[in-house]
Each structure stands twice: as C-alpha cells, then as structure tokens.
C-alpha cells in the first residue's frame, strides 16, 4: 500500500487527501445522524407507552409491524444503492436527498393530535416508525458503505471511524438529554416549547447530515468499472461469507445491548436512582469518549476484532453488576461499561470493511451496501427485542404509569426488573459477542493478504477508469 504522510495531510492508494478538515466533514454527519436516533431511541418507548398511554398489545404490534417492514427495507435499500449508476454516484445522492425527509418524518412522530383515539395514536405511531425508519436506513447504510470504498488503510477506516464515532457520541449526549427534557417540559405544562426543540434539532440534524455529502467524494471506479450485481446473486454472495455472518451474530449482541441500555436509561435515573438523567449519562459518556480516543492505537498493535473481543468483556462485567451492586456503586460500573462500548463504537464498521474487502476479493465488485443491508436486516429485530424486554418485564412486575406526567411510586419488583434490563441482559450480551467473534477469520496472515490483493485489484480498476478517460 502507497501511505505517505506530510504534516497534517494523510493519502492512500485512494487517491484521497485527508486533511483535518475533510475527517472532520466526515464525521459531522454522525452529529446529525445521532442527534436524531438517539433522541428517537430514547423518547420513543417513553412517550407512546408512558406519556401517550399507549398499552403493551399496540406497542407489540407496533414493533411486529416494524420489524416485518425492516426485513424488506434494508437489503432493497442496500441494492439499490450499490447498483445505482447516477453520474453524481452511487451514495452520496441517496444520503443528500433523504436528509431533509429524515427530518420531516422525524418532527411529525412527536406532534400527535391530542383529538386521537388510543387507536389514532397506535395508526399515527406505526406510520411515522415506518417513514423515519426508511429514511434513516437510507442513510445510514449509504454513510456505511461510503467508509470501505473511500479508503483501503484500516488506519485511515480507524482514524475517520473515531472522529465519526466522536460526533455520533456528542450527539448521543444531545439526545440523550431530551427525554429527560421532555419529562420536565410535561410536568411543566409547557408542550409547546419540547416541540419547538425538537423542530430545532431535526433541521440541525439533517444539515449536518448533507455536510458529509459535499466533504466528500466518492471513487468513481467503483461506479463506472464495477458490473452490478443481480439482487438474489447478491444476496446469495451475502450469506456465503462465513465472515459475515460471523461479524452479523456478534453485531446483533451489541445493538441489543445498545437498545436495552440506551433505550431505557431513563428508568435508571428516574425510578432506580432518583437523580437527575445528566448525572447518570455522565459517567456513561466520560467512559465511551475516553475509550473512542485510545482504542485506535490499541486495535492497530493488538488487532481490531481482538480488541473488539477485549472491550465487549471490559463492558459485559460491570453491566452484570448493575443488576446486584448498591445504588452508588452503578456510578463507577456505568463508566467502566461505557470504556468498553467503546468497541462497538469504533470498530465494528471498520471489521464490514474489511468483510467488503474479503468478499471484492472473491467476486470481484463492491458490494458494502448491501452487507450493511443485510447486516440492519439481521440486528434491527434487536431493537424491538429490546422494546418487547423492557415492555414485559415492566408489565409483569406491575410498574405503575404516569399520572399527569407525574412519575409513581414502583414495587420492589419492578425496581429489579428495571436492573435486570439495564444492567444484566445487556451484560450477557456483550460476553456472548466477545465469544462469538473468536470465530471471525479476518485476522494475521490471512487479513494482510487480502489487503494486498484488493489494493491490486483497485489499481487495475483504477488504470481502466483513466483509459476510459
């Protein structure tokens, strides 16, 4: 691999000069993107289910109907893009343009009309899940797919990969902190003015989205040089790759550990700790961001999915002991837990490039899309999964409502169910990664020489697109 490095500026056999500037218009994107979802993931179950009222069969149902819709979705969407052969690219138009769609859809999921049936909210929240789903698949599979092709140096993936995964964190902590608002605004009488703070971020959200798409550029080679590929070969080539699969099963632990987590922290704060949302995100937070600054130069001397293996451990013990340590001791165990999410964070993109990387060798053609199509299709089920967990265990535990926005005394048992989701589902799910991904064979020997290969293939493809020229 041609690397050269002057002061600030870093190139491959990309072509591609990556200065500071350019790394940070990658990463902006993910500031954007996570502002989004983040507040998505983390007011969705609370506003339908605790606010709106919304009982547990709407919600099951809700999620059934949403994860049927995501099994067509994501590959579809993931063809398409790879396949897709506009003279502005393959990627960069679907992610532009979807943008300000995000955030359309993303505003009309909090506005419901206050006339609505129980039935009328279930309708209007199955629609706007479907709408902002397809548009943020659109866009996070295009923005994934653009990290592989864009450069070959898994150095230069890991580099643009933390810058990423530090906005996508700022932006974790921005929507994060909206629930939490949105409890205050409630009890506050003062709708109007959570609703305007949503607008507010979905335009934000969707600028920094389309930032990325100007930042950057994609290699036309793999557009005009690469055939496409039918859609069921595709999909067959997809599950062929041991690699793959490998990588989707451990993928799939993490997002239901994120989804748990993340997704129902509130409950933590509110009915386990009695404190205020910011004080138990904090040391989550200070944990993930000390982990996404040092864990590239670990993965560079120790191996990326070896130090995945390592961090999803760092993270599995001290979320187990959520569920049986003493309310002051959670403090200490979530920036433990948060250090080691910082795996999932940083490197799990990188190891689909690599699996893209393994998989051109073989057949030739890029394909990143449609892996990350594949791989949404195999791990978004987790996410209702999620919803399901935290829904009945809830439920059985007889977990009393919001009166008037204001949060109810909880029985014991609901108390360690809430632990149990929080802390011990997502722990396990973070060992059983770090033992399903002993088994993912792009590593040593064999990883380099596909490196080498795949550079070759894209200086051949490269000598072809100027003898086009």
């Excluded at 049936?117 to 599979?141: P, R």
């Excluded at 204001?406 to 989701?421: D, G, L, W």
Aim: aromatic fraction near 12%; include cysteine; hydrophobic fraction near 50%.
């Amino acid at each position: 691999m041609s690397h050269s490095t002057n002061n600030d500026l870093e190139t491959d056999s990309s072509r591609q000069i990556f200065t500071p500037m350019k790394k940070i218009g990658w990463g902006i994107a993910s500031l954007g993107t996570a502002i989004i979802s983040n507040t998505y993931a983390g007011l969705y179950l609370f506003f339908y289910q605790d606010y709106m009222g919304l009982g547990e069969n709407f919600m099951y149902w809700g999620q059934l109907i949403y994860a049927i819709w995501n099994a067509f979705n994501d590959p579809l969407f993931g063809f398409l893009s790879d396949n897709s052969r506009s003279k502005k690219g393959r990627r960069i138009p679907f992610m532009r343009y979807t943008a300000p769609f995000l955030a359309l859809t993303f505003i009309a999921l909090w506005l419901v009309p206050s006339s609505l049936s129980e039935v009328g909210v279930f309708i209007w929240m199955l629609i706007g899940i479907l709408l902002y789903d397809s548009a943020y698949t659109i866009i996070g599979l295009v923005y994934s797919a653009l990290l592989p092709e864009i450069t070959e140096d898994n150095n230069i993936r890991g580099q643009l990969s933390t810058i990423s995964s530090l906005f996508g964190l700022l932006g974790t902590i921005i929507g994060s902190l909206i629930p939490g608002i949105f409890a205050t605004k409630m009890e506050q009488g003062d709708p109007q003015s959570f609703y305007l703070f949503v607008i507010v971020i979905a335009v934000f959200g969707a600028f920094f989205t389309m930032i990325t798409t100007y930042a950057i550029k994609e290699r036309p080679e793999f557009t005009k040089i690469d055939a496409p590929v039918p859609l069921l070969e595709s999909i067959k080539l997809t599950f062929k790759s041991k690699s793959f699969l490998i990588l989707v099963a451990g993928n799939f632990m993490s997002i239901l550990m994120s989804s748990l987590l993340l997704g129902s922290l509130i409950y933590l704060s509110v009915y386990v700790l009695g404190a205020d949302h910011t004080l138990t995100l904090v040391p989550l937070f200070v944990g993930i961001i000390i982990g996404v600054i040092v864990i590239n130069p670990i993965a560079k001397k120790l191996g990326y999915v070896q130090t995945q293996q390592v961090f999803a451990l760092i993270a599995g013990i001290p979320l187990i002991l959520l569920t049986f340590v003493p309310n002051i001791i959670m403090y200490p165990c979530l920036f433990i837990a948060g250090f080691g999410l910082a795996g999932p964070q940083v490197l799990t993109n990188i190891l689909f490039a690599q699996v893209s990387d393994e998989d051109e060798m073989k057949c030739g053609v890029r394909r990143e899309a449609m892996f990350f199509g594949v791989n949404a299709l195999l791990t978004k089920p987790a996410q209702s999964i999620a919803v399901v967990i935290v829904t009945g265990l809830l439920s059985m535990a007889n977990f009393v409502k919001q009166v008037d926005g204001v949060s109810q005394f909880q029985p014991f048992q609901a108390i360690t169910n809430i632990r149990i989701f929080i802390g011990l589902i997502p722990g396990i799910c973070m060992l059983l990664e770090a033992i399903i991904l002993q088994f993912y064979p792009l590593r040593g020997k064999y990883l380099e020489d596909v490196n080498d290969k795949v550079l070759q293939m894209h200086e051949k493809k490269y000598d072809q697109l100027k003898q086009m020229s």
